[in-house]
């Protein structure tokens, strides 16, 4: 990309109206230039080859191809390509992934217009750029007692806690003795940097670990 050529733009998003809005911001600076909109991870796909984007800004939750797997794909297709996640969601299953994925940047979609087309820009120049709630939530993972992830039983037994389920509930469940029931909860005590079953499910929650209503 020439330094005197507007930064080119590619959105990707499945709301309308979210495009339409970003697209208004970025139309408005004439260092940037939107090149194409698309509804999800697919469309975007396929579009990269014509619009040829400099940099592409990704949501990660959209029906069909999701931003994970778009950017994963994405980045291997098109290395020169920047992908630059706008969302509104930071827990550790939706930043960590994107980052692993290949993301150059990570924002929230309450940035400020400034940061979002500064950001941009960084991005085209192959900066990384990190909202600061993101950032701080990558060194505190990093840095805290949390960096091993919880095991795939590990995290159906903080599932069963949550439901509020006790340790000879959560053993019959899936079948195992209550003390293989309570070393998976020290072993996740330790990776979650807790120290009890409320703290787990509090924690397990910020991370991302469990869902609302989910199973």
Do not use: C, W
């Not at 994107?98 to 979002?116: F, N």
């Not at 990558?138 to 091993?148: D, Q, S, V, Y």
């Amino acid at each position: 990309m020439s330094t005197t050529e507007p930064v080119r733009l590619l959105i990707v998003d499945d709301h309308p109206v979210v495009r339409d809005g970003l697209r208004g911001i970025f139309d408005g600076d004439p260092g940037l230039t939107v090149v194409g909109a698309a509804a999800d991870g697919a469309e975007a796909l396929a579009m990269v080859p014509s619009v040829q984007p400099d940099v592409v800004l990704m949501d990660l939750r959209m029906p069909g191809m999701d931003g994970i797997t778009a950017t994963r794909r994405l980045v291997r297709a098109h290395p020169t390509v920047r992908v630059l996640v706008l969302t509104t969601y930071d827990t550790d299953a939706d930043v960590l992934p994107a980052i692993q994925a290949g993301a150059t940047g990570y924002l929230l979609k309450d940035a400020p217009r400034e940061e979002l087309t500064r950001a941009v820009r960084a991005a085209a120049r192959g900066e990384s750029v990190l909202s600061p709630t993101v950032a701080a939530r990558l060194m505190g993972r990093l840095r805290g007692p949390g960096h091993e992830p919880p095991s795939q039983r590990e995290l159906e037994v903080l599932n069963l806690v949550a439901r509020g389920l006790s340790n000879r509930e959560i053993a019959a469940r899936l079948f195992v003795s209550e003390a293989t029931v309570k070393t998976h909860l020290l072993h996740l005590y330790a990776k979650l940097g807790v120290n009890d079953r409320a703290a787990a499910v509090a924690t397990g929650y910020d991370r991302g670990l469990l869902t609302p209503g989910g199973r």
